[in-house]
Antibody, heavy 123, light 110 residues
Framework: QITLKESGPTLVKPTQTLTLTCTFS??????????VGWIRQPPGKALEWLAL???????RYSPSLKSRLTITKDTSKNQVVLTMTNMDPVDTATYYC???????????????WGQGTLVTVSS | QSALTQPAAVSGSPGQSITISCTGT?????????VSWYQQHPGKAPKVMIY???NRPSGVSNRFSGSKSGNTASLTISGLQAEDEADYYC??????????FGGGTKLTVL
């Protein structure tokens, strides 16, 4: 059974760096084809893909946010960490991590999702 | 990359069929057969309903189907049920080897 769970601060101040951790079980991020991604959703708005890391440490980022994002993995701890710098109130959103498996690099369908964590950016 | 274009809202009566469109460009929807559709109920995480344009994951009702023509993908729900009321999002692989989502469509079952 695959499960994912996001953790991190619920409130950050503008200009601060956000660090979110996705802790998962039921799969290994060292298995060929497997990836873990991050997606966010501002209140009442659409989903936005942020980043993805593959089993072989290949990383993909949203072009519009690439300069602010870093995704890393700790295979031994079954964790993926996303950092986002220079947070702004417009970054207030529910942040999800999700699992994917693919035979074609870059083709991403998220089949298992975490419950999401709401991050508010406010002074 | 710009978000894919979806209608903000669609509605239908129980038993009817509805179709939600997802319009992109030749650099995403039109260029590849890698469109997915997600269903999201209020306060819940999204659930994949269709992948690779027209494939259904195990456990998803065959009332859900997907197709694509040119730069526009479509999700059709037949035999509409009250439980289908939700937000629906499309997503597509892009020429930059990244992912883009649509703006979402709210489905109301009348």
């Amino acid at each position: 059974q695959i499960t994912l769970k996001e953790s991190g601060p619920t409130l950050v101040k503008p200009t601060q760096t956000l660090t979110l951790t996705c802790t998962f079980s039921g799969f290994s991020l060292s298995t060929s084809g497997v990836g873990v991604g991050w997606i966010r959703q501002p209140p009442g708005k659409a989903l936005e893909w942020l980043a993805l890391i593959y089993w072989d440490d290949d990383k993909r980022y949203s072009p519009s946010l690439k300069s602010r994002l870093t995704i890393t993995k700790d295979t031994s701890k079954n964790q993926v960490v996303l950092t986002m710098t220079n947070m702004d109130p417009v970054d207030t959103a529910t942040y999800y991590c999700a699992h994917t498996v693919t035979m074609v690099r870059g083709v991403i369908t998220f089949d298992y999702w975490g419950q999401g964590t709401l991050v508010t950016v406010s002074s | 990359q710009s978000a894919l274009t979806q209608p903000a809202a669609v509605s239908g009566s129980p038993g009817q069929s509805i179709t939600i469109s997802c319009t992109g460009t030749s650099s995403d929807v039109g260029g590849y057969n890698y469109v997915s559709w997600y269903q999201q109920h209020p306060g819940k995480a999204p659930k994949v309903m269709i992948y690779d344009v027209s494939n259904r994951p195990s456990g998803v009702s065959n009332r859900f189907s997907g197709s694509k023509s040119g730069n526009t993908a479509s999700l059709t729900i037949s035999g509409l049920q009250a439980e289908d009321e939700a937000d629906y999002y499309c997503s597509s692989y892009t020429s930059s080897s990244t992912l883009v989502f649509g703006g979402g469509t709210k489905l109301t079952v009348l």
